[in-house]
C-alpha cells in the first residue's frame, strides 16, 4: 500500500487548456463599455504543494494573454482534472461546470482588472477561495 501511494505522488503534474470553455465577451452597462475573458486550464495529477502552486504561477506568467490589458477583467483558471472535470464528460454534460466544477474542481483563480494584477485566489475543493494574495512574481506584467 505505501508504494501505491509513492507511485500517487511521484505522477507529474500537467497543465492543460481547456478547450470546453473560455469566456470572452463585451458589454455595456452605466453607459461603460466593459470587456472580459476568462481562460480555464485543467491540472492533472494535481497535489496541494507549494512546489505545484509555483508551477502553477509560472504558467500563468508565461500563458497571459499579451493584450490583457484592454480587458476589464481578465482571469486564468485552473481545475482539477476528475472524472467529472475534463473536457468529454464536460462535453456531453456541460451544465456540470456550474453544478461540479465551480463547486468542487477549482483551484486557482488569477484576476487582473484594467491591466493590473489584482489577486491571486486559492481554493480548497470548494468556491470559497483559503487564500488571496496580490502578489505574484512574474516579470512581464
Known amino acids: 500500500m505505501l508504494s501505491g501511494c509513492s507511485a500517487l505522488m511521484n505522477r507529474k503534474m500537467e497543465i492543460k487548456s481547456f478547450p470546453f470553455k473560455v469566456d470572452s465577451d463585451s ?26 502552486d509555483s508551477v502553477v504561477d509560472a504558467f500563468t506568467c508565461n500563458q497571459f494573454d499579451s493584450n490583457y490589458s484592454i480587458y476589464n477583467d481578465y482571469n486564468i483558471v485552473f481545475f482539477r482534472k476528475t472524472s467529472i472535470t475534463n473536457a468529454d464528460h464536460l462535453r456531453e454534460n456541460p451544465k456540470d461546470l456550474d453544478r461540479h466544477s465551480l463547486q468542487k474542481d477549482i483551484i486557482l483563480q488569477y484576476l487582473w482588472s484594467n491591466g493590473k494584477f489584482m489577486l491571486r485566489s486559492k481554493f480548497n475543493k470548494g468556491p470559497n477561495p483559503i487564500t488571496q494574495s496580490g502578489i505574484v512574481d512574474c516579470d512581464n506584467y
Open 27 to 52: 458589454t455595456f452597462a452605466n453607459d461603460k463599455y466593459y470587456k472580459y475573458k476568462s481562460i480555464y486550464y485543467l491540472v492533472e495529477n494535481y497535489t496541494d504543494t507549494r512546489s505545484n
